[in-house]
């Protein structure tokens, strides 16, 4: 009898143990690390304004893209033909170690990790959305991703001012006209 509670209790331990890791607190203190990163997408579902791009890595660097740019969601884009190929504008900022942990800690407080329930009817985000926000992260081992753009209402916010700290916008210029003569 008293094997069969031991094995009970190894059986407890190890079922538990297991699942542990889903029992994690996505609210933690985040601690320093290089190996931190989080990449926050914008895109205008309008086409009137550009989409943007913020990737903030643990060790301070904080690289912002924007522009019409295919290359600006896609890094690996390979079509160089496309009108606005070229509509790239990338800028690079060194915080200190200290001011991207309070970023890092300002959207995991937010709900970055937590895993959201999509809405039952409609599309992900509301329809007199201009703007859908993708985001992907490791914070501590700890990542989140997701093919769906952000419709939770509090880390939507801390995302949409996160880009807002980095991202200053600029006006999209004018189409360029092509004038073409024929041969004489």
Same mark, same amino acid.
């Given at each position: ?75 690996? %884009? $390979?079509?160089?033909? !496309?009108?606005?190929? =070229? ?7 060194? &915080?200190? @170690? ?38 992907? %992260? $490791?914070?501590?081992? !700890?990542?989140?991703? =997701? ?7 509090? &880390?939507? @916010? ?27």
């Amino acid at each position: 009898m008293q094997k069969v509670a031991y094995i009970l209790f190894l059986l407890t331990v190890v079922v538990f143990a297991g699942c542990l890791y889903r029992l994690e607190n996505p609210y933690f203190t985040v601690r320093q690390s290089g190996l931190n990163w989080v990449d926050i997408r914008q895109y205008d579902m309008t086409g009137r304004k550009n989409n943007v791009r913020v990737r903030m890595d643990g060790n301070g660097i904080v690289t912002v893209w924007d522009g019409a740019s295919e290359r600006i969601g896609n890094p690996f %884009a $390979n079509d160089t033909k !496309k009108e606005n190929w =070229s509509d790239l504008r990338e800028t690079r900022y060194n &915080l200190s @170690e200290e001011d991207i942990l309070l970023v890092f800690q300002n959207l995991v407080n937010n709900g970055l990790l937590v895993k959201h329930e999509k809405p039952l009817f409609g599309s992900p985000y509301s329809t007199n959305e201009t703007t859908a926000i993708f985001v992907s %992260a $490791n914070i501590q081992n !700890k990542m989140t991703s =997701s093919p769906d753009p952000v419709f939770n209402e509090e &880390l939507l @916010e801390a995302l949409k001012m996160t880009v807002m700290m980095f991202y200053t916008p600029r006006p999209r210029p004018p189409a360029q006209r092509r004038t073409i003569t024929a041969p004489q």
